[in-house]
Protein backbone atom coordinates (compact mmCIF):
# COMPACT_ATOMS: atom_id res chain seq x y z
CA UNK A 1 0.00 0.00 0.00
CA UNK A 2 2.84 2.22 1.26
CA UNK A 3 4.77 1.65 -2.40
CA UNK A 4 1.75 2.39 -4.42
CA UNK A 5 1.08 5.50 -2.78
CA UNK A 6 4.71 7.04 -3.41
CA UNK A 7 4.26 5.66 -7.16
CA UNK A 8 1.62 8.12 -7.30
CA UNK A 9 3.20 10.89 -5.61
CA UNK A 10 6.09 9.99 -8.46
CA UNK A 11 3.17 10.23 -11.08
CA UNK A 12 2.03 12.80 -10.34
CA UNK A 13 4.99 15.06 -9.81
CA UNK A 14 6.13 13.94 -13.40
CA UNK A 15 4.97 17.06 -15.26
CA UNK A 16 6.50 19.48 -12.91
CA UNK A 17 9.93 17.91 -13.83
CA UNK A 18 10.42 19.40 -17.52
CA UNK A 19 13.39 19.31 -19.70
CA UNK A 20 14.20 22.03 -22.18
CA UNK A 21 14.67 19.60 -25.09
CA UNK A 22 14.41 20.39 -28.72
CA UNK A 23 13.44 24.04 -28.22
CA UNK A 24 16.15 25.12 -26.33
CA UNK A 25 18.41 23.35 -28.44
CA UNK A 26 16.91 24.42 -31.68
CA UNK A 27 17.07 28.16 -29.91
CA UNK A 28 20.71 27.81 -28.88
CA UNK A 29 21.62 26.59 -32.49
CA UNK A 30 20.32 29.57 -34.08
CA UNK A 31 21.94 31.84 -31.96
CA UNK A 32 25.30 29.76 -33.02
CA UNK A 33 24.55 29.60 -36.75
CA UNK A 34 23.61 33.91 -36.48
CA UNK A 35 27.22 34.58 -34.42
CA UNK A 36 29.01 32.34 -38.02
CA UNK A 37 27.19 35.05 -40.30
CA UNK A 38 28.31 37.74 -38.10
CA UNK A 39 31.88 36.38 -38.00
CA UNK A 40 32.22 35.55 -41.86
CA UNK A 41 30.67 39.13 -42.74
CA UNK A 42 33.52 40.34 -40.74
CA UNK A 43 35.87 38.25 -42.29
CA UNK A 44 34.77 39.15 -45.47
CA UNK A 45 32.95 35.93 -46.42
CA UNK A 46 29.60 34.63 -47.18
CA UNK A 47 28.09 32.07 -44.81
CA UNK A 48 27.49 28.52 -46.83
CA UNK A 49 29.70 29.53 -49.72
CA UNK A 50 33.00 28.52 -48.90
CA UNK A 51 34.64 24.83 -48.30
CA UNK A 52 37.45 23.87 -46.68
CA UNK A 53 40.47 24.20 -48.85
CA UNK A 54 43.97 25.36 -48.99
CA UNK A 55 43.22 29.11 -49.82
CA UNK A 56 40.86 29.51 -46.80
CA UNK A 57 41.35 32.32 -45.11
CA UNK A 58 42.72 31.42 -41.09
CA UNK A 59 39.71 33.76 -40.25
CA UNK A 60 37.12 31.60 -41.89
CA UNK A 61 38.97 28.36 -40.43
CA UNK A 62 38.57 30.14 -36.87
CA UNK A 63 34.86 31.25 -37.34
CA UNK A 64 34.17 27.58 -38.20
CA UNK A 65 35.75 25.85 -35.35
CA UNK A 66 34.01 28.86 -33.78
CA UNK A 67 30.99 27.26 -35.05
CA UNK A 68 31.58 23.85 -33.86
CA UNK A 69 32.26 24.81 -30.20
CA UNK A 70 29.36 26.57 -29.74
CA UNK A 71 27.33 23.79 -31.32
CA UNK A 72 28.72 21.03 -29.25
CA UNK A 73 27.83 22.91 -26.15
CA UNK A 74 24.16 23.28 -27.53
CA UNK A 75 23.77 20.33 -26.84
CA UNK A 76 23.86 20.60 -22.85
CA UNK A 77 20.68 23.29 -23.47
CA UNK A 78 19.44 20.18 -25.01
CA UNK A 79 18.83 18.61 -21.87
CA UNK A 80 19.55 21.02 -19.12
CA UNK A 81 15.91 21.00 -16.88
CA UNK A 82 13.72 24.19 -17.36
CA UNK A 83 11.88 25.31 -14.38
Known amino acids: MKSTFICY ?7 LMAVAGPLAYAICQTGCNAGAV ?29 LGVC ?12 L
Open 9 to 15: ILVALLP
Open 38 to 66: ACYAAGGATFGTVTAGVGVPAVIMGCNAA
Open 71 to 82: MAGCVAAGFAPT
